[in-house]
């Protein structure tokens, strides 16, 4: 049985909001394991004079929340 974890998290990029979406993906997988996919969802862009400068996505990333059963008991008091 597993458990899924869902985050919000921000990706910008100067080539377009797929790379954005690549960005966050990127960064999060340093951090997290087992990410099983992402959610885009919203798409926003920073204009400046006329021109987009930066394209940002907000994603929703899912991955599995790691079993640590053998952590269980450690910390408590005993009787």
């Known amino acids: 049985m597993a458990v899924i974890k869902v985050i919000e998290l921000v990706g910008t990029s100067h080539e377009g909001w ?45 991955f599995i929340v790691e079993h640590h059963s053998h952590l269980i008991g450690i910390g408590t008091a005993t009787k």
Do not use: C, F, P
Request: hydrophobic share 40%; net charge negative; glycine share 4%.
């Open 18 to 62: 797929e790379d954005a979406v690549k960005q966050v993906v990127k960064e999060a997988s340093s951090s997290l394991h087992e990410i099983t996919g992402v959610d885009v969802v919203h798409q926003t862009a920073l204009v400046e004079n006329g021109n987009i400068t930066e394209y940002r996505a907000t994603v929703h990333v899912a």
